[in-house]
């Protein structure tokens, strides 16, 4: 177990260009989340996968940001036309999504997006 | 739609000390569970604890335990014999556990927490 792992961990773009973040999961879980976290407040939800399906999408998702998670085993995020104020932390996190609901989130550590 | 409030942006606490970081947070659903979550600086964020909301037991792990008191909707969370490796961004979160939702989390701001020598 490696835990989760995101790639890159830095990204610098201009305005206006499009950046593609991956998140490798916890290899046995099935459940993929991504967070965005802006300085000083809390992650907040975008997506969510339960293996290849992408079962929720948040509001906060707009039509320049594009997940996938092709075979359910990595995802990849896409933000196409960055605009700066989409300049943040971009988190994933996996879990083992069980019937009892007890799953735990584990998270990856994070790309930090700057966009100039 | 839910949210949780961590009303203290900052804490202090002296090595050996005991620390207590407040959080409430608003539901209209009678199954969910909480979570306090730890982000060091630079690093990942890792769980500390849980609830679920049907235990009236508070949860405990080694030195960190709850005070989880579902009628008020508070979640506090106590740090005993506080040290230097505790500093973090402490984020509050809750998840529902009504069947057919999501399981994303709902986190509040965070609270900084300073352990001093």
């Known amino acids: 177990d490696t835990g989760v792992s995101q790639d890159p961990r830095h990204k610098i773009t201009k305005r206006g260009q499009n950046v593609t973040f991956r998140c490798d999961p916890i290899s046995e879980h099935n459940r993929l989340y991504w967070y965005r976290q802006t300085l000083g407040q809390g992650p907040e939800f975008l997506t969510y996968f339960q293996n290849e399906a992408q079962l929720e999408k948040s509001r906060l998702l707009s039509d320049r940001f594009s997940a996938e998670r092709p075979k359910g085993s990595f995802s990849t995020l896409e933000i196409q036309r960055t605009e700066q104020g989409d300049s943040a932390m971009y988190l994933c996190?996996?879990?083992?999504?069980?019937?009892?609901?007890?799953?735990?989130?584990?998270f990856g550590p994070g790309t930090r997006l700057l966009v100039l | 739609a839910q949210t949780v409030t961590q009303s203290q942006p900052e804490m202090s606490v002296q090595e050996a000390e005991t620390v207590t970081l407040s959080c409430t947070y608003d539901?209209?659903?009678?199954?969910?569970?909480l979570f306090w979550y730890k982000q060091p600086p630079s690093r990942q964020m890792i769980l500390v604890i849980r609830?679920?909301?049907?235990?009236?037991q508070n949860a405990t792990e080694n030195r960190f335990s709850v005070n989880f008191q579902k009628a008020a909707k508070s979640f506090s969370l106590k740090i005993s014999d506080s040290q230097l490796g505790d500093a973090a961004m402490y984020f509050c979160?809750?998840?529902?556990?009504?069947?057919?939702?999501?399981?994303?989390?709902?986190f509040g701001t965070g609270t900084r927490l300073q352990v001093t020598l």
């Open positions: 539901t209209s659903e009678s199954d969910y569970y």
């Open positions: 609830q679920e909301a049907y235990k009236q």
């Open positions: 979160a809750y998840r529902s556990a009504v069947t057919g939702t999501a399981s994303k989390l709902t």
């Open positions: 996190a996996s879990s083992l999504g069980t019937s009892d609901r007890k799953e735990t989130q584990y």
